[in-house]
Structures are given as structure tokens and as C-alpha cells.
């Protein structure tokens, strides 16, 4: 059994410690003897003496000489009694640090909450017991420090403590214990005028981060109401705008109110990105680079926007933007940081090239990126563009190449041949790579959802309602699986009751993810609610105007009499994605081909 580095104080220890003090004692007798006896002894002039004494010396300096030899243990519990002895806070701190050191946490709490007890004016103790309860999921204990720190601490400290407190509790395995420990202590805080919108937003953040997004949005919604522009408050509704549509609202009224507010702008686009609203996220991008020209992120952006939205001619002169304008910014040389975004750009400009069929000039883009670590990513470009040229085995055996010692490393690989043989539609071949990926990986639900996606293209339809539902129950915010299984059996005409309910829990999960939008228009088609059909297919195609989509929405259409606007949806679509085999099929289906 391995030694702890903190073991009890061993007698020969304490006998040395005491033998020393014991030493100091004598020592410090002896002295005062010889300067009775000869007054002329004593130095002209009076030194100011330290306030230690001896033996409290020499407890110190057997501390640092155990610390020295490796005995970690013997060191913290001396120091530890020289601290309370003293009460002097820099050694405290110092015994806290020795304990973290020694990756003992339980040690250094036991230090801290003496600190605390022996010096209760001091802030930083406080701050340092909060911090450890944190750090070792202590949420119960943690409302007394935070109690201590806003009755000693200013205005001005107290509201930045409210601010970073979510902060400290990021990587809690109990959110929801994290909140019942502090929700009484912030609701008090909030009755105070100068605490009010901090305490509010603290809790709205520990109310996201246990999964409750209406009382988080209603906290944020009480602090916008009161300032529209606070700063903190619109970043946590940009937060809750995917899942709560109206914490969009105040981030609209106040880009009106300010539309030179670019930080804003630009934090809003990202908001619409992730939201896979991909057509207004490059109209905010595409007004940044207008009104910024010179700034970077933007151009990113809007390249890599119009590229997932099939616009490659859109794509290329923003990608290149971005390069010229990195390197201009670097005046000289790049970061590693800025080199690691130019690489990604090649990338990006690689698959615009793939997109227009120019399969020499995607490789030469490949051949730019630094190959010499392994990257899922690169390989599977490059075993994309061998695939799309007739090579698959040639391009099997370089994803084979990546390495897979880990769980993650294997996973990746997984991830990257499946995806590869999906796009080149070996779906017998991908069911089967899928299948012994989730018996090697049987709890990964990404993994379990590709199953179930090409158990789908090969008409396993059984396999594949028990494959999204085994996700949902490994991953029950797995907001695609209640999707494709509610698509699926609305597409079916089965049980279109409940493949609504699945598709308005997908929804209450991602409420404007195009995909899941475009489920609830299908499935109200197919309730024969032509009109709510249009509204959600609609919703749908302005967010992200794809193929499939526009598949479903020209079929609404035909339906209800609009023949002339069906056609043009398909005609656009088919403009986007020339190969669509959904508009083909909708149009041979309907007897609707031009």
C-alpha cells in the first residue's frame, strides 16, 4: 500500500521539535543572564527586534527542513500548529499551499477553515474555505463562507463575488445541490438594492446549470427589465436564446438601440450559428465584415457559413479575407494560435474546392496543413477526396492509420470511416463498421445514433426505433434521437400522435434547430394541418434553406394549390444541392417534374 504523503507526526519527530524549542528556551535564558551580569554587554544602540521568538524560530525551521526532506506530512502538521500559535496569515497560506501541493485537499480545507476560525476578519480566507469547498463538492458547507464575504466586503467586492461564484461550480457533478446550498443566501442578497441584479444573475446561472432554463430565464428577464444593457445580463440571455426563444427579444431591442454595439453583434451571431439559424448568422457576420472590415473573426465566420449553406463562390473570397487580414494583424510572425487557424482555414478552402468537384485543387489546399501529428479531421478529408476518385479501400486504410490506443482515439476513428462510407452511401458497410463500434463502445450514444441512422437506410426500421431509443435513455437530451424517431414514424404515417410528442420534446430541447423545425411542420402534414404545415416548413427553409427541406416544403405547397411557389422552392434547392435526391423523388412522386 502506497504511504500518504500526510501521515501522523511521529514521536521522533515532536521529540525534535520540542528539543529544539527546549534549545531556543535555554538559549534565550542564558542570554538574558549574561546581559544582567554586564550591562556593558548590551550594543550602544537598541535593535529593533523581531516580534517571533525563539522557539517559535525554530518550529519554523524544523517545518521548512521536513518540507525540505520530503516529509510533507510532518511539515503541514507543524506549520499547521505554528499558524494557530501565531495566527499569522501568511503562514496559514503557506500551510494551505503545502497541502494542495501534496494533492491533499481534505489537509488544506482543515487549514483554511483554522485561517478562517482564528482570523475571522480576513477576507481571503473566506475566500480560499469557499474555493476548496468547491473544488472538493463540499456545496453544502459553501453558503457560510459566501455569507462571511458579502457582510465584509464592500459594495463593489460583493457584486464581483456574485459574478464569479457560477464560475467556481463549472465542473460540479451536483448542480442542483450547488443551488439549494446557495439559493437562500442569493434571495437574501437580491432584497438588497446594491446586490439585486448580481445575486439575480448568480442564480440564474446555477438554475441553467442544473437544467431548469425557465426559472433561469425569469430571473435574467427581472434583471433586463430593470437595465436593458447590462452586459451580463444579455450574455446569459444570448446563453438561453437556443433554448428559451424569448431571451432573444432585450438582445434585439438592445442591438437597435446600439447597432454600433459590435461585441454585441458579433456574440449574436454566434448565438444564431449555434442555433443553426445559419441564414440571419451570416447576415450579422456579413454586416460586421462591412462595418469592420479590418477585424478577422468576422470573415471566418461568414466563410464557414456559406460554406455548410452550399455557397462556395460566397465561401472562397471570405475565407481568403480572413487569411490576408490574419496575417496583417500578426505584423510578422503568426502565434501558434494564428497558425492553428490558418491550417483550419486550408481546410475549409479544401472543401470549398471539393464543392465545385476540383478534386487537385481541394488536395493542394490538404497539402498546406501540417501533417505530422495525427488529425481525424485532416485524414478524413483526405480519404473523402480518395473516395470521391474511386479509392475507398485506399481511403479505409488512412482513417486505419489514425491512432486508436484510447476510448476517444478509437471513437474518433469510428466516427470518421462511418461518416466516410455514409457519404459515399456504403450503408451495409458503415451499419456494419457502427455495429462493432457500439460493442466495443456500448454506452456512446453518438455512436449508437449513426447505427440507428443507416439501420434506417437499410430498412431496418425495427433495429432502428430500438437503437433511438436505447440513445435516449443513455443520453435523454439527446434532443436528434426524439427527432429521428419522431420523423420516422411521421414519415411512416405510424402513430403520428406520438411521433408529434417526440418531435415537441426534440423542440422544448433545441427550439429553432432547423432540423427538428422542419420535423413538426412534416408530422403536422401529415395530421393534415396544411397551413401549420407551411408555417413550421417555412420557418424551417429561412433558417437553413437545405435540400430536404425544401423537399418538404414545395410538398406542402403542391398540396394546398401553390404550384408555382412549390416549384420555385425546388428549383431553388435543387440550385443549392443539384443532386437532391428528396426533391427528385417528391417531384416524380407528385408528377410535378417541369
Known amino acids: 500500500m502506497p504511504r500518504s504523503p500526510f501521515p501522523l507526526l511521529r514521536p521522533s519527530r515532536l521529540a525534535l521539535a520540542c528539543a529544539l524549542s527546549l534549545g531556543a528556551l535555554a538559549l534565550s535564558a542564558h542570554a538574558a543572564e549574561a546581559e544582567a551580569e554586564d550591562p556593558a554587554a548590551l550594543p550602544a544602540q537598541a535593535v529593533q527586534n523581531s516580534a517571533m521568538d525563539a522557539p517559535m524560530f525554530y518550529q519554523l525551521l524544523v517545518g521548512e527542513m521536513e518540507l525540505r526532506s520530503g516529509e510533507v506530512g510532518v511539515a503541514y502538521q507543524v506549520l499547521l500548529d505554528a499558524a494557530r500559535r501565531t495566527q499569522d496569515e501568511a503562514l496559514y497560506k503557506r500551510v494551505v499551499q503545502i497541502a494542495l501541493q501534496g494533492r491533499a485537499g481534505e489537509q488544506a480545507l482543515v487549514a483554511a477553515k483554522a485561517w478562517r476560525d482564528g482570523v475571522p476578519a480576513s477576507m481571503e480566507a473566506h475566500q480560499t474555505t469557499l474555493q476548496l469547498l468547491a473544488l472538493l463538492n463540499k456545496p453544502q458547507e459553501t453558503a457560510?463562507?459566501?455569507?462571511?464575504?458579502?457582510?465584509?466586503?464592500?459594495?463593489?467586492?460583493?457584486?464581483?463575488?456574485?459574478?464569479?461564484?457560477?464560475?467556481?461550480?463549472?465542473?460540479?457533478p451536483e448542480p442542483q445541490r450547488v443551488l439549494d446550498a446557495l439559493q437562500p443566501t442569493l434571495q437574501a442578497a437580491a432584497r438588497s438594492p446594491a446586490l439585486r441584479q448580481s445575486a439575480l444573475l448568480c442564480e440564474a446561472r446555477l438554475q441553467l446549470a442544473a437544467g431548469h432554463v425557465a426559472p433561469a430565464w425569469a430571473l435574467d428577464e427581472q434583471v433586463l427589465q430593470q437595465d436593458p444593457t447590462l452586459e451580463d445580463g444579455l450574455t446569459l440571455a444570448l446563453e438561453l436564446m437556443d433554448r428559451q426563444p424569448a431571451a432573444e427579444a432585450p438582445v434585439r431591442a438592445a442591438?437597435?438601440?446600439?447597432?454600433?454595439?459590435?461585441?454585441?453583434?458579433?456574440?449574436?451571431?454566434?448565438?444564431?450559428?449555434?442555433?443553426?439559424?445559419?441564414v440571419e448568422a451570416v447576415t450579422e457576420f456579413r454586416r460586421l465584415t462591412t462595418e469592420q472590415p479590418d477585424q478577422p473573426t468576422p470573415w471566418y465566420a461568414l466563410g464557414s457559413l456559406e460554406l455548410e449553406l452550399r455557397h462556395p463562390d460566397r465561401a472562397e473570397p471570405a475565407l481568403l479575407t480572413f487569411l490576408k487580414r490574419l496575417e496583417d494583424s500578426a505584423g510578422g510572425e503568426l502565434t501558434e494560435a494564428g497558425?492553428?487557424?490558418?491550417?483550419?482555414?486550408?481546410?475549409?478552402?479544401?472543401?470549398?474546392?471539393e464543392q465545385?468537384?476540383?478534386?487537385?485543387?481541394?488536395?493542394?489546399?490538404?497539402?498546406?496543413?501540417?501533417?505530422?501529428t495525427p488529425r481525424a479531421d485532416l485524414s478524413y478529408r483526405k480519404a473523402l477526396l480518395l473516395a470521391?476518385?474511386?479509392?475507398?479501400?485506399?481511403?479505409?486504410?488512412?482513417?486505419?492509420?489514425?491512432?486508436?490506443?484510447?476510448?476517444?482515439?478509437?471513437?474518433?476513428?469510428?466516427?470518421?470511416?462511418?461518416?466516410?462510407?455514409?457519404?459515399?452511401?456504403?450503408?451495409p458497410a458503415a451499419y456494419e463498421l457502427l455495429g462493432r463500434a457500439t460493442a466495443r463502445l456500448p454506452a456512446d450514444a453518438d455512436l449508437l445514433y449513426e447505427q440507428a441512422m443507416m439501420a434506417e437506410k437499410l430498412n431496418r426500421l425495427d433495429e432502428m426505433e430500438q437503437q433511438l431509443r436505447r440513445t435516449i435513455e443513455i443520453s435523454p437530451k439527446h434532443f436528434h434521437a426524439y427527432n429521428a424517431l419522431g420523423y420516422s414514424l411521421a414519415d411512416?404515417?405510424?402513430?403520428?400522435?406520438?411521433?408529434?410528442?417526440?418531435?415537441v420534446k426534440a423542440l422544448s430541447l433545441a427550439p429553432k434547430e432547423p432540423a427538428i423545425v422542419d420535423s413538426m411542420g412534416w408530422v403536422e402534414y401529415r395530421l393534415g394541418r396544411l397551413q401549420d404545415a407551411e408555417r413550421w416548413l417555412a420557418e424551417a427553409y429561412a433558417s437553413r434553406p437545405d435540400g430536404d427541406i425544401a423537399a418538404h416544403l414545395g410538398e406542402v405547397l403542391w398540396q394546398a394549390g401553390q404550384k408555382e411557389r412549390a416549384q420555385q422552392v425546388w428549383a431553388d434547392g435543387l440550385k443549392r444541392d443539384p443532386g437532391n435526391e428528396a426533391i427528385q423523388e417528391t417531384r416524380q412522386r407528385l408528377q410535378a417534374i417541369p
Open 144 to 172: 457560510a463562507p459566501v455569507q462571511n464575504l458579502l457582510k465584509l466586503g464592500t459594495e463593489q467586492q460583493s457584486q464581483s463575488l456574485l459574478r464569479t461564484l457560477p464560475g467556481l461550480f463549472t465542473r460540479s
Open 255 to 278: 442591438l437597435q438601440a446600439s447597432p454600433d454595439n459590435h461585441g454585441l453583434r458579433l456574440a449574436y451571431a454566434r448565438a444564431l450559428a449555434r442555433s443553426q439559424r445559419l
Open 388 to 427: 470521391r476518385q474511386g479509392h475507398l479501400d485506399q481511403a479505409r486504410e488512412l482513417i486505419h492509420a489514425l491512432p486508436g490506443e484510447t476510448d476517444e482515439q478509437l471513437r474518433l476513428r469510428f466516427m470518421a470511416e462511418s461518416q466516410l462510407l455514409r457519404d459515399m452511401q456504403q450503408w
Open 339 to 353: 497558425r492553428d487557424a490558418r491550417q483550419q482555414t486550408w481546410l475549409l478552402l479544401s472543401r470549398v474546392a
Open 492 to 503: 411512416r404515417k405510424l402513430r403520428l400522435e406520438e411521433a408529434r410528442e417526440l418531435i
Open 356 to 372: 465545385r468537384k476540383d478534386w487537385k485543387a481541394a488536395q493542394s489546399w490538404l497539402d498546406r496543413i501540417d501533417a505530422s
